[in-house]
């Protein structure tokens, strides 16, 4: 797109400005207007005039708005460092979108940011500005200050549906549902993100089976049937995840009504709902109806396909798992971290060494994925399951950090399987140190010794694990409804 700025006499700040409004989506365009904005002093201290004063303000704005479309936050803060340097005075539409900006740095950032922010919000008297104390309890959501969050949100003498779905996030983030469900039933007005926030506080907080019971209340209520409010996708995914990580019974009769509601409504399937419905099906064991979701889908991401290949690596389908990645590849998607940590794992479950070790020193070399620690505990999975104790221990030396339960715990699974006692006890008592009230370990020692027939030690990790009162996890099995 080509758009003649030059030659424009005069180049006055309002003709800019219009410019700047109408090209706000073209980075190359805003980045000519902003240098002609520069090279003709329009962003300088300007006279005492006040409409000159509060052009450079929109000016300013406009820019720092454009730049955050364009996600480059920093050039969008030098912006409003400049703006202040240039005693161009901010107003309250300078203040909510940088906010929220700031929101979605890492938290270290966000308060790094945030924090002064606010502190000009309150001392230029915009405190009391609606989308600003909206963004600052976004903000303050982010941190984990949830005090802060609800002492803005409290300043709100009118507090709108937007307000209010920001501080029901809030709340669902920092783990308070109690005062969430309370906030919800006291508003005037709400909407599908109303609904969704609590879902999503529920499973969040892994209440799976509270977060499915709200959905089901949801779809019952009359804003619901009249069509006032409806389930959109973010609601179907923060459901769809609490199935999927529902303990019991009826985790996948919800899925699949869910799923048929969808059908029905011819709701359309976005890939991150269908990538959803995939790592329900694949948890609970239904591969069929998860690959006929994979292959019904128009429309795949890399997450659709690391659900679909950590599906079949987990049930038993590790060769399918393995060439559907290699399909991912062809396809000219690059895998991520969730993909390599599918595709070891099922080399480890076909007891595939070689080919794992392969794709380990790929991630790093051929796709610039730098490896953590849970790959590295696939890979000390991968050695153990065939046996190669003295092989995934040295490996574990060799990590560039030190190993947590992620890495011993299948090393000391591989030592109780292959008998291997010394090394079991060494590996037992770290992980011990990691988690001292973990009942798994303690039972995984003594059956390491019960194994090689040394019972005197077997009762001692018995007794040990009664002094320290901890008492063993019953297991159970369980038969969902198909």
Known sequence: MTVKLQHSYPQSPEFLLRKLQGLIKHPRQVKQVHSLLITNGHLLPSSNASNLKWMATL???????????????????????????????????????????????SPSIAFMIGTPLHTHVIKLGLSRDLFTQTSLVVLYARLGNLSDACRVFEEIAQPCVVSSNAMLDALGKNGDMKSALLLFDSMAERDVV??????????????FGEAIQFFVKM???EDVRS???????????????????LDGVGALHYGKNIHGYIIRNEVELTVFMGTALIALYGKTGCLENAMKTFDGMVVKGVCTWNAMISSLACNGREKQALDLFEKMKMQGLGPDEVTFIAVITACARSKSVELGLGF????????????????????????????????????????????????LGPLLGA???????ELGNEVGRRLLELQPHHCGRYVTLSNIYAGGEVWSHAADWRKAMIEAGISKIPAYSMIDAM
């Open 59 to 105: 000016l300013y704005n406009c820019l720092i708005r454009a730049y955050l479309n364009f996600e480059e936050p920093q050039k969008a803060l030098l912006i409003y460092t400049h703006m202040l340097a240039h005693q161009a005075p901010p107003n309250d539409l300078t203040f909510p979108s940088i906010i929220k900006k700031a929101a979605t740095c």
């Open 194 to 207: 109303s609904w969704t926030s609590i879902i999503n506080g529920f499973g969040r907080n892994r209440r």
């Open 219 to 221: 779809m019952g209520h």
């Open 227 to 245: 069509c006032l409010v409806k389930p959109n996708e973010a609601t179907f995914v923060s459901v769809l995840f609490s199935c999927s990580n």
């Open 360 to 407: 380990f020193q790929s991630m790093r070399c051929d796709f610039r994925v730098v490896p953590r620690m849970e790959h590295y505990g696939c890979v000390v999975d991968l050695l153990g399951r065939a046996g190669l104790l003295e092989e995934a221990a040295e490996f574990i030396k060799r990590m560039p950090f030190d190993p947590n339960a992620t890495v």
């Open 415 to 421: 030592c109780k399987v292959h008998g291997a006692i």
